[in-house]
């Protein structure tokens, strides 16, 4: 069973940029196509970016294209998101795991992390 441990965020102001890491366990890593996702409290966890299990396809939700740049190492088993341009809305808890490229949702094989919060002032 792959665990996953987000980290990387923090409190940045309008314009600047974080790169999250999420750390995963287990030999399978590299069997999944992994996304990342947000949640801002009293909203449903949406989906941000995904990659395939190479690394070769990448998608990314319109809110964040041009901004955001999704990566992976399978040898590290690490995944990576890289956040420029940051804005206040990009506010939010966010999280790592499997996606479904197609369909943009998690595919519930593994349990949520803890996840890394981001928080950008204006």
């Known amino acids: 069973q792959v665990q996953l441990v987000e980290s990387g965020g923090g409190l940045v102001q309008a314009g600047e940029s974080l790169r999250l890491s999420c750390a995963a366990s287990?030999?399978?890593?590299?069997?999944?196509?992994m996304g990342w996702f947000r949640q801002v409290p009293g909203k449903e966890r949406e989906f941000v970016a995904g990659?395939?299990?190479?690394?070769?396809?990448?998608d990314y939700a319109d809110s964040v294209k041009g901004r955001f740049t999704i990566s992976r190492d399978n040898a590290k088993n690490l995944l990576s998101l890289q956040m420029n341009s940051l804005k206040p809305e990009d506010t939010a808890v966010y999280y790592c795991?499997?996606?479904?490229?197609?369909?943009?949702?998690?595919?519930?094989?593994?349990?949520w992390g803890q996840g890394t919060q981001v928080t950008v002032s204006s």
């Open positions: 287990g030999r399978t890593f590299s069997n999944y196509a």
């Open positions: 990659i395939s299990r190479s690394g070769s396809i990448t």
């Open positions: 795991n499997t996606v479904f490229l197609l369909s943009k949702a998690t595919t519930g094989l593994i349990s």
